[in-house]
């Protein structure tokens, strides 16, 4: 008797703190994606962006050109060249190659290293500002839908958007 007493007043204790707690948790959501592309700070990073890499992209083009320029002429003389011209020839345009390729490495290296350096600011400026409103407004969770990852979207979770737009200034 005392054992069934024990086992139904610990099923009480659970189901009313489990109650308790459902009851406690706020719930908010945010498409963080959407939040950056309307931040006014983005566009511009993103234009510097674009501007650094049309850079690295004529700059590679005309790379491209002298060593398609040195190749056509190699093959226009080769046959009157000795061996020794030939061989320097080749490796002229091999070395070439080889710089074009280190050109591509370091450009996508820098262009990488720019967009973190422009867009992590925006990033934490965003992020810190959901942390606020959620701070503010008593969220105990904030789920980002723009991840992919939330399988469920309740109709009582709140859509904190628009107090993000409103926290940093967005209309």
């Known amino acids: 008797m005392k054992r069934i007493l024990k086992v139904t007043l610990l099923a009480v204790v659970l189901l009313t703190s489990a109650n308790t707690f459902a009851q406690t948790l706020k719930l908010g959501h945010i498409d963080s994606s959407k939040l950056l592309a309307i931040m006014p700070e983005r566009d511009a990073a993103q234009k510097q ?7 690295f992209e004529n700059q590679m083009k005309d790379m491209q050109a002298e060593y398609q320029k040195l190749y056509q002429a190699y093959i226009g003389e080769r046959e009157t060249l000795s061996e020794a011209l030939r ?8 070395d070439k190659q080889t710089r074009m390729q280190q050109y591509d490495q ?5 262009i990488t290293n720019s967009k973190t350096d422009l867009l992590k600011p925006i990033f ?3 992020s810190k500002a959901i942390k606020e409103v959620g701070e503010e407004n008593g969220f105990t969770y904030v789920l980002d839908l723009s991840t992919g990852v939330v399988l469920f979207n309740s109709s009582t979770s709140i859509d904190i958007m628009p107090l993000v737009k409103a926290k940093l200034g967005i209309q």
């Open 49 to 55: 962006i674009e501007t650094q890499a049309k850079e």
């Open 87 to 94: 061989a320097d020839k080749e490796k002229e345009i091999m």
């Open 106 to 110: 370091f450009a996508q290296t820098a």
């Open 124 to 126: 934490d400026r965003a």
